[in-house]
């Protein structure tokens, strides 16, 4: 069953279906958005996906609203308050990768303008193109993590089917992957 077909079975103010009508495939060009989108997928490797959407807002807060520049100074004193906080996931590779990640998108800022500059540089790749991209510069970004940040930020097609109610509404938005 596709993710949409899934979330049209859902009660309205269901988690899945807020974030499937709300945020799933819809373009985001904000790096500090895109920033936490990655960060969220990273953290859901091995997890539900529901258990992040029930826990994003404490991420937000944890991680200062996914401020690059704030995750990237993170130190000794911030890896510990993470990995005390019992809103997001205790994981401390996954902490490791979000500040080291914030760094090479702070790095990327200064190459390419923004860390959406530099997917839009990319953006004709394929999956298993995106995937070598992404493991040459993050951590924690594997074939299913990249692909469903891909995914959720418009930039590879499969979010929605054609048959969902959001596709041409997303369709009109200008997903890279429907020009």
């Not at 945020?23 to 920033?35: C, H």
């Not at 990768?97 to 923004?114: F, W």
């Amino acid at each position: 069953m596709s993710y949409c077909n899934f979330v049209s079975t859902l009660p309205e103010k269901h988690v899945h279906r807020i974030y499937h009508d709300t945020e799933y495939g819809y373009p985001i060009q904000d790096d500090d958005l895109l920033f936490a989108r990655l960060i969220l997928e990273i953290n859901q490797a091995g997890l539900s996906w529901i258990t992040i959407l029930n826990k994003k807002d404490n991420f937000f807060k944890a991680y200062h609203q996914f401020n690059i520049k704030r995750v990237a100074a993170y130190n000794e004193i911030d890896r510990s308050r993470l990995l005390n906080n019992p809103g997001i996931i205790r994981n401390r590779l996954k902490v490791e990768a979000a500040i080291y990640n914030a760094n090479q998108i702070l790095q990327l800022q200064k190459e390419e303008g923004s860390f959406y500059n530099w997917l839009v540089k990319h953006h004709t790749s394929t999956k298993d193109e995106w995937v070598k991209i992404f493991k040459k510069k993050f951590k924690f970004t594997g074939g299913e993590i990249v692909a469903e940040f891909l995914m959720s930020i418009g930039f590879l097609e499969g979010a929605h089917h054609e048959k969902c109610k959001l596709y041409k509404k997303i369709k009109i938005l200008g997903p890279l992957f429907l020009k």
